[in-house]
């Protein structure tokens, strides 16, 4: 197991420094310059050389990358050309605040997903199992801004119990300021997740319901919420962990319009803010934290396999 | 007879579901006494696996009841499901066919065992672990103190099928159902799950519902036998009465279909035709069509037969049909120069561990095999699960690349054979694959599946077109029309002609036949293996017959190789393998496969192997079976013996101490 991981973490290396060269040749690939942002519409052809030469965009292409990976080996991803803090910095106050509402809104799914997919399992094609189906439905159907915005009403205008921008606070340090700031944005990613965790669970379940070793539970003489809580919960689990998994990994790059509209502070908004100014260090740099968050996540979920299903050994 | 632990009446079940009801089960009714073994046999389709399930109330919401089932007291169509569960695991236990899928992947078997006791609140979970390992023991797993925490992966199929068996034991219940408890198991491993089971029936005195299409396994182990077909019991009886003297048509069919290892005959009897769909039942007795009797009685085509121990209009005249099987005629010797020549073939998979990725082992799925095929001959090639006679029958083919040796086909090495050539060869050799339901594309049609070689070769046209391919329908017994059907829309024996009819599009000289038969009925395996023998008549072909049934292999070969964890141990003509086996392996393997004869029964003919065939990554010392053997000796477990002549037997053998050639 541990050799598996190593190995994996080896395969991280040259995935990210692909990436990084990739995502270098398409930002130059797109027209546009952060010069113009920088210094304004009434900056002299000299301003703006000068500017050019000390922000070594007059090299070539190539030799700028070099710059930037050697810079980037030693632990240093520049600095961002907009605010002149180093990129590491900026990235690292907005990861907390990711990973924190991905979690909440993950967790936020489960807790809406699993029991309505056991429910519908329970009783396939039953009034319950459509019923459930048609809310999946209506949470996969509802668009998340709208649904965010709509909680704002409700909650933070009409009911003034929550506030309607969201700020960050660290749950282990400010647990009420925090909870009250996540509710919203988690209430709304996590409601329209749950739909996909609940259909999907809901499949594995009945897929699962076949098997062979449910008829020997039954057999048995199990009730028959132990059949399904036990035996095939624990092999539905399997396939319904990537989904998570890979969910969980999406929360933290691509939760840009919620993150708009209860203005919070996550590496989704600092990532869009940074292409709309061109600021190449920035960009570069969300993308490969996004990146590797993504790839960790997935090692974890692969990993989390071989506790669920004792069969998956790893060599 | 005492009061039955199982009285079922007039049982009738009928699925209701989108389309029309369909009746699996047409008004059974049988008893079960304690300390009794009720065998019910049939075929796929029969209703046995149904019955089992209508007996202890598990049939889905679609299923619909009717008659009478009384087990250990309950009414089991009128109980509620709370009654029917607390019955479950008390008053009936039941082992079913897969040992690979019935138990749950990701639970330790130990806890598997017990949970169904611990649910009826008769076994305090901090007992469990010790209750499960003396339930192990009981079924002779070894070391069942450690085995208890394992997973069902972790355990071999035989030691799984003993821990279903225990889990079934485990909260002591009158009645025991297995549904083809050993379907599943090799013939060695058969053998010792068979004994194990009847063991623990004796020592319980449970009564037993025994459900299998193996009439062998009926007569190893059943006291009484009913014979399904069509969702009626047709005959039942005193097990040694139905195997001396069938009275039902269909009774007596399938014995008679059934190849043997105690009977040399020229050619199998079959029953014609196709087990009935269940949703277009003929009014009268649903065998007429199938029926030597019944063709030209009206009566049989009027009124279904009443059952009294046997539902037929004219119970006396099925013993009758039973014919004397004429002996099959002496092989021809063996002349000029063999069409295959296979020598030390040797194929190796290679296992990967570790951060690099270093070769840390090596499986030895085929460690040299050296064999030959004449043309116009069968030689067959038999083992249990793993020897690796299916590897090499694929790297024979070319479909697994050989690490070494060498094979000559019709004197030519395919070797290094380059790729073109080797296209050219392929004609002249072709495969037919186990399982008919995954090896025809489901989209395409029957006719093209059976041309695709033609055009893969640009030899459709050459060769006559559609006609010619009509031609090849002719030949397996296929009607023309089937042609233009889809795979789905034929049944398993059809299914096999289809991929026998599509090897010999490309009139190829040898046929390598992976277990052709494996997966059909008894009935239906008869019609395949003579269409076989037909063929190898008319085409003069050369067979490879893989295969794991012994009783088949004896059936349809001249010659025999039986093969053990990549090695050839011996091989002989049939008659000498079969009378005079010098290996003890092969004298193990005879011994284990259970005759259709319930006089036969114990008459300590049997050798019952120790333990498991061993993995081929970690292949035992010496001689490969040594561990299992019952004469080996000190020099086994280091030297591997030379596969070499017999001094006076036409048999090649590889072991240091052989049988005495006398039987």
């Known amino acids: ?315 | 007879m005492a009061v039955p632990v199982v009285s079922v009446r007039g049982l009738e079940v009928t699925f209701v579901g989108a389309g029309r009801p369909l009746t699996a089960v047409r008004g059974i009714s049988f008893d079960v006494a304690a300390g009794e073994v009720l065998g019910i046999v049939g075929e796929s389709g029969s209703g046995k696996s149904v019955t089992s399930l209508a007996l202890t109330g598990l049939l889905g919401p679609n299923a619909r009841v009717r008659g009478q089932i009384s087990l250990a007291g309950i009414d089991v169509i009128a109980a509620d499901a709370e009654t029917l569960r607390l019955m479950r695991g008390r008053d009936v236990g039941m082992v079913f066919q897969d040992p690979a899928t019935t138990l749950n992947p990701v639970f330790p078997v130990g806890r598997q065992i017990t949970e169904g006791q611990i649910a009826h609140g008769t076994l305090r979970p901090e007992r469990a672990p010790a209750r499960a390992a003396a339930l192990l023991r009981e079924v002779d797993v070894p070391d069942p103190a450690a085995r208890i925490s394992q997973f069902p992966h972790q355990f071999s199929g035989g030691m799984r099928q003993r821990a279903v068996i225990a889990m079934a034991m485990a909260g002591h219940p009158r009645l025991i159902i297995a549904d083809e408890p050993t379907t599943a198991l090799d013939v060695t491993v058969q053998a010792q799950v068979l004994a194990v089971l009847a063991r623990r029936q004796r020592e319980t005195k449970a009564a037993v519902i025994l459900i299998t299409h193996d009439l062998g396994v009926i007569a190893e182990v059943a006291d009484r036998v009913a014979v399904m077909y069509a969702g009626r019991i047709v005959e039942t009886g005193p097990v040694a009465e139905i195997f001396r003297a069938p009275r039902h048509p269909y009774t007596a069919a399938l014995l008679r279909s059934l190849p043997r290892i105690d009977a040399d005959e020229a050619r199998l009897s079959t029953i014609p035709g196709q087990p009935p769909h269940l949703g277009r039942l003929a009014g009268g007795c649903s065998f007429r069509p199938r029926c030597p009797l019944g063709q030209a009685r009206d009566i049989c085509a009027s009124d279904p037969p009443e059952h009294d121990g046997v539902a037929c209009h004219f119970p006396g005249e099925a013993l009758a049909t039973l014919p004397r099987p004429a002996p099959s005629k002496k092989p021809e010797a063996q002349t000029g120069s063999p069409l295959l020549e296979v020598a030390d073939l040797r194929v190796e998979f290679p296992i990967r561990t570790g951060l690099l990725r270093r070769q840390s082992g090596t499986v030895r799925a085929v460690s040299g095999v050296s064999l030959s095929v004449w043309p116009g001959e069968t030689l067959g090639l038999v083992g249990e699960s793993g020897c690796g006679k299916t590897t090499t029958g694929r790297a024979i083919m070319g479909l697994i690349r050989p690490t070494s040796g060498s094979i000559r086909f019709a004197g030519q090495e395919i070797g290094g054979l380059p790729r073109g050539a080797m296209r050219r060869l392929r004609r002249d050799m072709q495969y037919v694959f186990q399982d008919p339901y995954s090896s025809l594309n489901p989209i395409r049609t029957a006719g093209e599946i059976v041309a695709e070689p033609l055009r893969i070769h640009g030899l459709h046209a050459e060769m006559g077109g559609d006609a010619y391919v009509a031609g090849l329908f002719d030949r397996v017994g296929l009607p023309r029309a089937t042609m233009s059907r889809f795979p789905r829309e034929f049944s398993g024996g059809q299914r096999q002609r289809i991929g026998i009819a599509r090897a010999l599009a490309l009139q190829p000289k040898l046929l390598i036949l992976d277990e052709p038969v494996a997966a059909l009925d008894v009935s239906i395996q008869a019609q395949i293996v003579n269409l076989l023998k037909d063929l190898q008549r008319e085409l003069g072909l050369a067979y490879i017959f893989i295969a794991h049934d012994l009783a088949v292999v004896h059936h349809i070969a001249d010659r025999v190789a039986v093969m053990y964890l990549g090695r050839i141990v011996e091989e002989s003509d049939k008659a000498t393998l079969y009378a005079r086996p010098l290996h003890p392996y092969t004298r193990s393997l005879l011994s284990a496969v259970p005759l259709p004869d319930p006089a036969a029964r114990g008459g300590g003919r049997r050798i019952i192997l120790e333990g498991d065939i061993p993995s081929p990554a970690r292949p035992p010392s010496g001689c490969a079976f040594h561990p299992r053997c019952f004469r080996a000796s000190p020099l086994c477990a280091t030297d591997v013996p030379a596969f070499a002549a017999h001094a006076t037997l036409p048999s090649l053998v590889a072991c240091h101490h052989p049988m005495e050639a006398a039987p």
């Open chain 1, 1 to 315: 197991m541990i050799a598996y991981i190593l190995r994996r973490l080896a395969q991280f290396i040259p995935v990210l420094l692909l990436a990084s060269l990739g995502i270098w040749a398409m930002i130059y690939a797109v027209p546009g310059s952060p010069i113009g942002a920088l210094v304004g519409e009434n900056a002299t052809p000299e301003q703006i050389a000068a500017i050019t030469i000390r922000l070594g965009l007059d090299q070539p292409i190539l030799v700028q990358y070099w710059r930037w990976l050697l810079a980037a080996l030693h632990g240093d991803l520049g600095h961002s050309i907009q605010s002149r803090e180093p990129v590491l910095d900026l990235i690292a106050t907005r990861i907390p605040a990711t990973l924190q509402l991905g979690l909440a809104a993950t967790l936020v799914g489960l807790l809406v997903g699993i029991p309505v997919a056991v429910a519908s399992a329970l009783k396939p094609n039953s009034l319950l199992d459509r019923a459930l189906s048609g809310w999946s439905a209506l949470a996969l159907g509802v668009p998340t801004f709208w649904l965010g915005i709509l909680l704002i009403l409700l909650f933070a205008v009409h009911l003034h119990w929550l506030p309607s921008a969201s700020a960050y606070f660290p749950l282990i340090s400010d647990p009420i300021p925090a909870l009250t700031n996540l509710a919203l944005p988690a209430l709304t990613l996590g409601l329209y997740i749950s739909g996909i965790f609940s259909r999907f669970l809901r499949a594995a379940l009945l897929g699962e319901l076949h098997a062979d070793y449910v008829r020997t539970a039954r057999s048995k003489g199990l009730r028959e919420r132990d059949v399904i809580g036990r035996h095939v919960m624990r092999n539905a689990m399997l396939p319904f962990v990537t989904i998570v998994g890979l969910s969980l990994a999406n929360f933290i790059g691509g939760t840009v319009i919620t993150e708009a509209v209860f203005t919070y502070p996550g590496l989704g908004r600092l990532l869009i803010q940074a292409i709309g100014v061109r600021d190449y260090p920035l960009i570069q740099g969300c993308i490969l934290f996004i990146l590797a968050i993504y790839i960790t996540i997935n090692l974890l979920v692969d990993v989390l396999y071989a506790y669920i299903d004792p069969r998956i050994d790893y060599h």
